[in-house]
């Protein structure tokens, strides 16, 4: 049994509510916190990026058996530093991991963790002696007054995958899907994603749909055979958008239950926004801290993970006896409700806050006094 063994996450420590963004565009706050679905939006200030996030999340997760176990780091990210060096090499330095250890990043937007997530568990399946580090790090930026504005945010996740998970089991069958489209992208070119919102909205649902015919009909399941379903949440609304019309056309009869599940692994990102390529496993934090939620061991929940350009894939995983035990659900308590709430003028300074670098390549800046990473970004020297 392979599987994820801890998990964490990581999202600075600065925000703005969105009813308050809301008044200041000139909308209607509900459209924000009720047709989107989102109450608050992390902003990271410029001392943390992509590179800092993903260690602020895995450091507190390992162990020295892990330092000198984990022999792949994979991070799935659409933001990163640097067009040639992997975030996951900056990540094998700064959390020590043993020499000889492989580091790389994958890319294809918000699907990128879950491609890791899906290496990281062929690989421990061929060493089980071995573990895995799996990251989704991302800041997603859509612009000051644009209409993806309210559906940004920052963070990361990190999960170590191991042969005795404490967490999850992740199971064989996974359905995926490729198509290219232009609903979401972000040319070398450009710092914001550009976006087709409608479009990126339609073909979320379509491809959920269309995988979960094909999962149905490869693995004999039907929705009554899960007690939870996760879902990539760019905004927390989103979810409920594709699965809704499927279970009125299907009538589970667990379908009130799978609703309440639903709700439970929004919470997070509902504080938070859309965080990329962690967001999916955002959910599933949000879900198993819940103190409402009644899933028990053994349980069966599905996954949904989109990234626009498009990938998309349905898996599945079992809860492993006493999970509740091996998460860190008052650290994430702590971390939300200690942030700070920033005006709307802290935010679009934060928004426009860039790196100038010199001739020389050079721009250090001081970490933000707001700022609570325990690793943070100090700027650029040499280019480096
Ligand atoms: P918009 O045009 O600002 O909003 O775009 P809208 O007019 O469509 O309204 C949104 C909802 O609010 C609607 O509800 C309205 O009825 C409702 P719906 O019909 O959808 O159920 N509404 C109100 N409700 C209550 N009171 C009111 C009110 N007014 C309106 N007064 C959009 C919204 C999400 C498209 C935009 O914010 C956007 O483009 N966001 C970015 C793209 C995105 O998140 N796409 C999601 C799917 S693609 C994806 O998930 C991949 C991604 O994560 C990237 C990656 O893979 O890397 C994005």
């Known amino acids: 049994m392979v599987g994820i063994d801890k998990i964490n996450f990581y999202t600075p420590n600065t925000y703005i509510e969105l009813e308050e963004l809301a008044t200041h565009r000139g909308v209607d706050p509900a459209k924000f916190t ?3 679905g989102q109450s608050k ?11 800092s996030m993903a260690a602020n999340a895995a450091y507190p997760l390992l162990t020295k058996n892990d330092l000198n176990n984990i022999d792949l780091i994979v991070v799935g990210t659409e933001t990163g530093v640097d067009e040639s060096k992997s975030v996951a090499s900056f990540i094998h330095n700064l959390l020590g991991i043993h020499p000889f250890a492989k580091s790389v990043d994958l890319k294809q937007a918000c699907y990128g963790a879950t491609a890791g997530l899906m290496m990281a568990v062929d690989f421990v399946k061929l060493h089980p002696d071995k573990k895995a580090l799996v990251i989704g790090s991302d800041i997603s930026r859509y612009g000051l007054n644009s209409s993806g ?4 945010g920052a963070g990361a996740v990190a999960m170590i995958i191991s042969s005795s998970p404490s967490i999850l089991e992740i199971e064989e069958v996974s359905v995926s899907m ?3 489209i232009f609903d979401f992208w972000r040319p070398n070119y450009s710092k914001t994603a550009i976006v087709d919102g409608k479009f990126s909205n339609e073909a979320y649902v379509s491809f959920f749909s269309t995988l979960w015919q094909e999962y149905k009909n490869r693995t004999t399941r039907s929705f009554e055979d899960f007690s939870a379903f996760c879902f990539h949440l760019p905004y927390t609304k989103m979810g409920k958008k ?5 279970l009125d056309a299907e009538s589970p009869s667990n379908k009130d239950l799978l609703l309440e599940h639903y709700q439970l692994s929004t919470t997070y990102s509902r504080d938070i926004g859309n965080i990329y390529t962690g967001s999916l496993y955002l959910s599933l934090m949000s879900l198993l801290e819940s103190t409402t939620s009644s899933l028990k061991e053994n349980q ?3 996954f949904f993970s989109y990234g626009s350009g498009a990938v998309a894939e349905i898996f599945s995983g079992k809860l492993v006896p006493n999970f509740k035990e091996s998460l ?3 650290q994430h308590d702590t971390l939300l409700n200690d942030r ?3 005006s709307i003028d802290s935010y679009t300074d934060m928004f426009n806050d860039e790196l100038a670098i010199d001739s020389e390549g050079n721009h250090l800046f001081k970490q933000d006094k707001t700022d609570n990473g325990v690793f943070f970004f100090k700027g650029v020297e040499n280019h480096q």
């Open 34 to 36: 009720i047709g989107i």
């Open 242 to 246: 594709a699965l809704m019309p499927l």
């Open 328 to 330: 860190l659900t008052k």
């Open 178 to 180: 490729t198509k290219s």
């Open 41 to 51: 939006m992390s902003v990271p200030p410029i001392s943390q990026d992509t590179v």
């Open 149 to 152: 504005e309210v559906t940004q």
């Open 340 to 342: 700070i709430s920033l």
């Open 300 to 302: 069966r929940i599905g």
